[in-house]
């Protein structure tokens, strides 16, 4: 293949603006799937993908063009993941190509994602053809969108193509411009290898499969390669490209985007972002932008039956295999026994996590709720990391505790904007800018701290806004912050994983509206519970648990067995989520109230 009839491309799009149905057009057009493997979305391959309906996992496929040209051209779709957890693997991707399709829903218009995917686009230099896509919809307004692109984005936006992925307008236009607009791969097939990882994944027969797009030079099977971050040796058993199906190859060379095997036993040895590199002719530098990883989220994960504990390490290990960005290590909670405290790298990235433990491993989890990494600093002078509120120290002895904060950046229609900058205020935001972007909506900037985005901060910004409202969100650092810890007690016991950090102000309405909380949440026991919420020793909330009346059994006046039994049944299923704590028995459910506002 000729270098410069190859084309390395991304399509870029704000969730549900119609990526996937796009890939899946392009696929079928250059004919690399047939009838039988087409699958409805063949990139999201994963079933938790498909079940959520976002990417999470890159992919690239290796197509043939045949042009108008009369020439044939390969082309390499790399898709990208599209939620703020993973922005730096949607930076990476990006920066294996040299060009990308921005599909904008012509309904829709620009929303917060599209924007920062652009951003990352244009910092890696791609020449960007816009896609105004669902153009068949009856509120399809191409015009506005246009202006859109050109006012908010600065992109000329006269030659955007206009599409329907779902019924198939547009695409022969998408796959002309693909080869009239990009850029061949620049790099040289002489020059020492460089070849960018963007993604890996761990294959339990094959060890990590690295997908990497070469930049520089070229890898041949058996090649010992170098990873210029981690300085680890290995020797490529295997080479090849999607097509979708993976094909086997002898050697890739500049342009070729594809995979990697070398008996590699861990993606942490083949991180997301590192360049490979032959040992015996090294490259002097490392391609730029590589960012090492770390979570911004913590919680501690439990299993409901302790006799699954080991069931648990396993499945983390194994979990770790395959993405590198997940941390844990073990954690006691005097409430929830042996257990482990996990960071992640955003909320979804957490969710997934715990959803893939319990489905795939079938264990159990009582979760708590997530927390930050608070920096504390101590009247002598030391400063620590917490990310576990149960460990921050007492007071008296703290000088100073910091948090960290982000720039949040929520684009909204006119009418929203009131209920928008309500939110972010009762989430101790601090203004930054308000712009508009044409005479309906607003792009508003606040600074929030990030453990009160933690807080259902996304979805009261659904709801207030009907759905409207867009989001994306970035570390801006860390500011000093009035907080204090506080404790939840049960029936006089401190219930170490209720804890929490909450800032001085709100403390005293948080603590009463969690007591209300788990006082609905926990069933009643056979004994009258107390719950307090306190601060150091001193009580801001108190409810009551009435003992339980009736037994639940006694309902059935001893006749029915069966009956009887379905009952008992019923009540072990209910059990399941439940956590002996003391003397009291607490629902998943109360370890989460504390992320509910009000
Ligand atoms: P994520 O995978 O969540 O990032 O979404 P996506 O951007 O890949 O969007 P997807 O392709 O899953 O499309 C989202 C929804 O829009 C689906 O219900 C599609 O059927 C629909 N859709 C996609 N393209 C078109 C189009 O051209 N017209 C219409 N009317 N609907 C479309």
Redesign the pocket.
């Known amino acids: 293949n000729k270098q410069r009839n190859v084309r390395n491309f991304s399509i870029i799009?704000?969730?549900?603006?119609?990526?996937?149905?796009?890939a899946d057009r392009i696929l079928e057009k250059t004919k690399a799937l047939t009838e039988r493997e087409m699958k409805e979305?063949f990139l999201?391959a994963m079933d938790l993908e498909r079940e959520r309906?976002?990417?999470i996992k890159l992919n690239a496929v290796q197509l043939q063009y045949e042009a108008n040209d009369g020439e044939d051209y390969l082309f390499h779709l790399i898709d990208t993941p599209?939620h703020v957890d993973f922005t730096y693997e949607v930076s990476r991707s990006l920066a294996a190509c040299e060009g990308a399709l921005l599909?904008v829903d012509a309904a829709q218009g620009i929303e917060a994602q599209t924007l920062a995917n652009v951003y990352l686009a244009l910092d890696n230099d791609l020449e960007i053809i816009p896609v105004i896509?669902?153009i068949?919809?009856p509120s399809a307004d191409v015009e506005r969108v246009k202006q859109e692109i050109e006012d908010v984005i600065g992109i000329p936006a006269d030659d955007a193509i206009l599409?329907?992925?779902?019924?198939g307008i547009g695409i022969d236009e998408i796959l002309e411009r693909i080869v009239s607009d990009i850029p061949a791969p620049a790099g040289d097939p002489e020059e020492p290898t460089k070849a960018l990882i963007f993604d890996s994944l761990y294959d339990s027969y094959r060890g990590v499969i690295a997908y990497t797009c070469i930049k520089e030079g070229s890898i041949k099977i058996g090649d010992k390669i170098k990873m210029m971050q981690t300085g680890k040796e290995f020797e490529v058993s295997e080479l090849g490209v999607f097509t979708p199906e993976p094909v086997k190859k002898e050697e890739l060379t500049v342009g070729d985007v594809g995979f990697l095997t070398a008996s590699i036993k861990n993606v942490g040895d083949s991180r997301v972002g590192d360049t490979i590199t032959l040992a015996k002719n090294p490259a002097a530098e490392p391609l730029p932008g590589y960012k090492r990883l770390n979570p911004m989220v913590y919680c501690g994960l439990f299993p409901v039956d302790a006799d699954n504990y080991n069931d648990l390490r396993e499945a983390l290990e194994r979990l770790e295999l395959n993405d590198s960005s997940l941390q844990y290590e073990a954690e006691t909670s005097q409430a929830l026994g042996f257990g482990f405290r996990c960071g992640f790298l955003g909320l979804l990235h957490m969710e997934i996590i715990q959803e893939r433990i319990e489905r795939e491993f079938n264990i159990d989890l009582i979760t708590t709720a997530p927390s930050v990494i608070y920096e504390v600093e101590m009247n002598d002078g030391e400063v620590l990391n917490i990310e576990n509120p149960s460990l921050m120290p007492e007071t008296k002895n703290i000088k100073e505790v910091r948090e960290p904060f982000v720039k949040a950046t929520v684009m909204v229609p006119n009418d929203f904007v009131g209920p928008v900058m309500e939110i972010c205020q009762k989430k101790r935001g601090a203004f930054v800018d308000m712009e508009y972007l044409d005479e309906n909506r607003v792009n508003i900037t606040y600074d929030i701290p990030l453990s009160e985005i933690v807080y259902d901060f996304f979805d009261q910004l659904k709801s207030q806004t009907k759905g409207y409202a867009s989001f994306d969100y970035e570390l801006s650092g860390y500011q000093p912050s009035n907080l204090v810890k506080m404790d939840i007690l049960l029936n006089g016991e401190t219930v170490d994983a209720l804890s929490f950090i909450v800032h001085r102000d709100f403390a005293y309405h948080r603590g009463k509206h969690i007591a209300e909380k788990l006082k609905k949440i926990i069933p009643r026991q056979q004994f009258e519970v107390p719950v307090q919420a306190s601060i150091g020793n001193k009580v801001v909330a108190r409810t009551t648990i009435k003992a339980m009346r009736k037994n639940v059994l006694s309902k059935c006046y001893g006749g029915d067995i069966s009956r009887k039994r379905k009952l008992l049944e019923k009540q072990k299923e209910g059990k399941k989520r439940m956590k002996m704590v003391g003397k009291v028995e607490i629902p998943q459910e109360a370890f989460m109230s504390v992320l509910e506002m009000s």
């Open positions: 799009a704000h969730i549900d603006h119609g990526k996937s149905t796009l979305q999201d309906g976002i990417t599209g599909v896509n669902k068949d919809l599409a329907s992925a779902k019924s």
